[in-house]
């Protein structure tokens, strides 16, 4: 388990038996995700948006993040790679296998307004 004091709005972590997107064929797997919110005590569940490797354009729902062959300085993330804004899940500590890095801060705040643009237009009024 990893501590709470990492788990900060932004922070990439590794989550244990992440399903694949709804409508999607895929395996459930451990997979990288960005925390919406930072984490308040061991009992919470947190929000976090999928992160995928990119294997062609980007989608509309989806945010590039940055990424070196050497891993980069604060994403680690070593492969072209998209926030998929559209796929929140929600997890418990427990799932929460490794800390891998942070999400930029200008970056974070374009994957929560395109997170909750989707969460509006999937929950109209």
């Not at 050497?70 to 929140?88: E, F």
Request: aromatic share 4%; charged share 20%.
């Amino acid at each position: 388990m990893v501590g709470v004091a990492v788990l900060h709005l932004g922070a990439i972590v590794f989550v244990k038996d992440v399903a694949p997107m709804e409508g999607t064929q895929g395996e459930t797997k451990s997979r990288r995700v960005i925390l919406l919110r930072k984490c308040f005590g061991p009992d919470d569940v947190l929000p976090c948006v999928v992160i995928k490797t990119l294997r062609g354009s980007l989608d509309v729902h989806e945010i590039a993040i940055p990424h070196r062959p050497d891993g980069h300085i604060q994403t680690s993330l070593t492969n072209p790679s998209a926030a998929v804004c559209c796929w929140v899940i929600h997890v418990s500590l427990d799932r929460i296998t490794k800390y891998a890095g942070k999400c930029p801060p200008p970056l974070m705040a374009e994957v929560l307004r395109a997170a909750q643009r989707f969460q509006d237009e999937s929950n109209p009024p």
